[in-house]
Nanobody, 124 residues
């Protein structure tokens, strides 16, 4: 399995921006579809965004579409999540995930490798 380490979380005011990074190691990064999920206290983990192996396709949850952008740099084995216009409801632990599957997976069960998570807190 690929090992994943997230960074870039923190505390930001509503309307602000953060960029999350996820560094991968252990396997060929370009073989994986990469995704971001989040989990707020008392809620289930939910899909945020994902990007295909060559970055040819990206897709998003409706709640973040137009505000968040996922990207990847296969030379640096890193995937990013640029988060703009943040809202208090974006507060959650954000997880990076990887899958060698196909298509446009959105379910957490489709992803076999996970990072430890990074906290994002948006104050009102």
């Amino acid at each position: 399995q690929v090992q994943l380490v997230e960074s870039g979380g923190g505390l930001v005011q509503a309307g602000g921006s953060l960029r999350l990074s996820c560094a991968a190691s252990g396997r060929t990064f370009s073989n994986y579809i990469m995704g971001w999920f989040r989990q707020a206290p008392g809620k289930e983990r939910e899909f945020v965004a994902a990007i295909t192996r060559s970055a040819g396709s990206t897709y998003y949850a409706d709640s973040v579409k137009g505000r968040f952008t996922i990207s990847r740099d296969n030379a640096k084995n890193t995937v990013y999540l640029q988060m703009n216009s943040l809202k208090p409801e974006d507060t959650a632990v954000y997880y990076c995930a990887a899958t060698r599957g196909y298509g446009l997976p959105r379910e957490a069960t489709n992803f076999g490798s996970w990072g430890q998570g990074t906290q994002v807190t948006v104050s009102s």
